[in-house]
């Protein structure tokens, strides 16, 4: 089993910055796409970024380019998330996402939560105006 553990959420004026980490365990973690989707209260879960096996791949919503970057490093079995501009919409509980389909890439396939087969437990981002 591939175990995800989010961490680095908090509170954080608008404006402000936020770097998530998600710590993997288990196997074949560098072959695995992984993601990030958030939700907030009442409201359906979305995608908010995604990268390859390699990272030579990235994807992100339309509501996060440009302020949103997603790495990884595979030797430390670590996704990261750096939020920077951060705005009062991007409050929601954020959660990392592992496929465990090997080297699978492509927007529309990485976007799709159905895609993934591991999740976190979630971090909370609270962003205030």
């Known amino acids: 089993q591939v175990q995800l553990v989010e961490s680095g959420g908090g509170l954080v004026q608008a404006g402000g910055s936020l770097r998530l980490s998600c710590a993997a365990s288990?196997?074949?973690?560098?072959?695995?796409?992984m993601g990030w989707f958030r939700q907030a209260p009442g409201k359906e879960r979305e995608f908010v970024a995604a990268?390859?096996?390699?990272?030579?791949?990235?994807y992100y919503a339309d509501s996060v380019k440009g302020r949103f970057t997603i790495s990884r490093d595979n030797a430390k079995n670590t996704v990261y998330l750096q939020m920077n501009s951060l705005k009062p919409e991007d409050t929601a509980v954020y959660y990392c996402?592992?496929?465990?389909?090997?080297?699978?890439?492509?927007?529309?396939?990485?976007?799709?939560?159905?895609?993934?087969?591991?999740w976190g437990q979630g971090t909370q981002v609270t962003v205030s105006s």
């Open positions: 996402a592992a496929d465990n389909r090997r080297y699978r890439s492509g927007s529309e396939t990485l976007s799709n939560p159905f895609s993934y087969d591991y």
């Open positions: 288990g196997r074949t973690f560098s072959s695995y796409a």
């Open positions: 990268i390859n096996w390699s990272g030579g791949n990235t």
